[in-house]
């Protein structure tokens, strides 16, 4: 039971960041996305690590630096590029690629080997988003579709690193959270700074849409999900991503206006039911005798990230 609360808080971060492309082209000023990518996670990464205060130390100077920079510094402005490029619904659909991702950095990183019907469940959440976004009316422009792509490795990679290095002793997800946050932010200020200039003048609109980004959107969300990480297995985490693009085309349809087709709504179920099949596959979480959170532990729970039956998520 523990671990399905787990499951499903987790899910609530891929579920809200299913809203941003909806804020993207809605409220925030058009193509900028590397300024829209610090106004995001520098100042939630602020207020997370004051609330949690706690700073790194030693060697987690860098290695906070690393996961921030995949999981923040490079992802977020990938994934607005790809947004501002893209329909909405295909820059989504590019980030179902993200189990696939995990599971072969898991293989290269870690050395392990996912289940068959883990593989499965990723590939066919993919082909159901797919259906879902990939309609007639789509238009795929080249950088958007390799920006959705890369921003989906590279938040692959930070999922994996960070299973591998856990966290320190005695330090919560809020602070680690806290910590990627700021650090992917001032990664990505010189190069704001340098390729878009100075910040854009902001409305009502924009405050608004960066307020409830860097909130609910960042703050709350990627704590949620690097608890989530913390507690539950690499590719379990990851398979939840499809929650995203499928609530981009609900909002779509809820807000916008935009029809859904019985071929989108046959998708939609065939994405969701795939999502859902790789939670029960992922099975029990792994005994909470060797905490994953310590360095110590990592070698004695590594194998059991990916390979290992009762301990999917």
Aim: hydrophobic share 55%; glycine share 14%.
């Amino acid at each position: 039971m523990k671990r399905a609360t787990t499951v499903v808080l987790t899910a609530l971060a891929p579920i809200s960041w299913g809203s941003t492309y909806f804020v993207a082209s809605e409220l925030l000023p058009p193509d900028r996305p590397l300024f829209t990518g610090v106004m995001r996670a520098l100042p939630a990464g602020l207020l997370l690590t004051a609330l949690a205060r706690k700073l790194p130390t030693g060697r987690w100077w860098w290695k906070a630096a690393v996961l921030g920079g995949l999981n923040i510094g490079a992802f977020f402005p990938l994934l607005f590029l790809s947004a501002y490029r893209l329909p909405g619904g295909v820059a989504a659909v590019l980030g179902s690629l993200g189990p696939l991702f995990v599971v072969g950095l898991a293989a290269l990183l870690l050395g392990e080997r996912a289940r068959l019907r883990t593989v499965l469940a990723a590939v066919v959440a993919a082909f159901g988003v797919g259906m879902v976004v990939l309609t007639a009316q789509a238009q795929l422009d080249p950088v958007g579709v390799v920006a959705g792509v890369v921003s989906s490795a590279s938040m692959g990679a930070g999922i994996v690193m960070t299973k591998r290095w856990g966290r320190p002793e005695g330090v919560g997800p809020l602070a680690m959270t806290g910590w990627q946050l700021t650090a992917g932010g001032l990664i990505i200020i010189p190069v704001a700074a340098l390729v878009e200039g100075a910040p854009p003048a902001l409305d009502g609109k924009a405050f608004l849409g960066y307020g409830y980004m860097m909130l609910i959107n960042t703050g709350i969300a990627y704590w949620l999900w690097f608890r989530g990480i913390g507690q539950l297995t690499a590719t379990s985490v990851t398979l939840l991503g499809p929650l995203s693009p499928l609530t981009a085309a609900v909002i779509g349809w809820a807000a916008l206006g935009q029809a859904l087709s019985p071929v989108q709504v046959l998708g939609m179920v065939i994405a969701f039911g795939a999502t859902v099949a790789g939670q029960l596959a992922a099975g029990a979480p792994r005994p909470k005798t060797e905490p994953f959170s310590s360095p110590e532990g990592i070698h004695r729970n590594v194998s059991m990230d990916l390979t290992g039956g009762p301990v999917r998520r």
